[in-house]
């Protein structure tokens, strides 16, 4: 029996943060991200123009953010634009080709619903349903999912097409954490969600 319930027209998957910043050689690197690469890449093919790609944009500098953001990125100084390849914040190639009819929101937080553009386009696209893939499963992705629930949305979380480079705070998420808000957040399979996902 499905996890899933019938998904309707109201529906938009939501990638989250699958670029090189991630796949690639850099202090961010999430080895398992390979792993979801195929059911993200089914999930945006039987909806590509129902799909949102998201990419976490770091800054140039330290000194361009403020509070523990500034803390934040002078840890993290290698992949700050001034120390990294700009390059390294694009889609990962394996989905570019979807990219119209999917769109690209940039966002500089863990949480998409912090990028006005990406609330916009949710509001255009007559939204009401999240279907959510993409890293990482303890960071982004869970204060994308949280705030989704916050504002009202239905939210499912596609449970084989979400990682970190954390298994065992990924594994906690998918176990513990989002089946507490079992009200609001439905986890399924990429299978399940595609077959219960009107066209």
């Not at 909806?47 to 993290?76: C, K, L, N, Q, V």
């Amino acid at each position: 029996m499905q996890d899933v319930r019938p998904i309707g027209q109201d529906a938009v998957h939501v990638v989250v943060d699958m670029q090189d910043l991630f796949a690639g050689p850099t202090a961010w690197h999430t080895p398992s991200m390979p792993a979801i690469t195929p059911c993200i890449l089914r999930l945006v093919a039987h909806r590509s123009d129902r799909t949102i790609f998201t990419r976490f944009m770091t800054p140039h500098t330290a000194d361009e953010t403020s509070g523990a953001w500034r803390t934040y990125y002078r840890r993290w100084t290698s992949v700050t634009t001034s120390h990294m390849e700009p390059a390294l914040l694009d889609v990962m190639s394996d989905f570019r080709s979807f990219i119209p009819p999917a769109h690209v929101i940039d966002k500089t937080t863990y949480s998409a619903f912090e990028s006005d553009a990406f609330v916009s386009l949710l509001d255009a696209m007559a939204c009401r349903t999240l279907v959510v893939s993409g890293v990482e499963t303890d960071v982004c992705v869970l204060a994308t999912v949280m705030t989704g629930v916050d504002r009202g949305y239905r939210v499912i979380i596609a449970e084989d097409a979400v990682t970190s480079s954390d298994e065992e705070a990924h594994r906690a998420m998918l176990d513990l954490v989002y089946r507490r808000f079992e009200d609001q957040i439905e986890i399924g399979t990429t299978a399940e969600i595609v077959a219960s996902w009107q066209v």
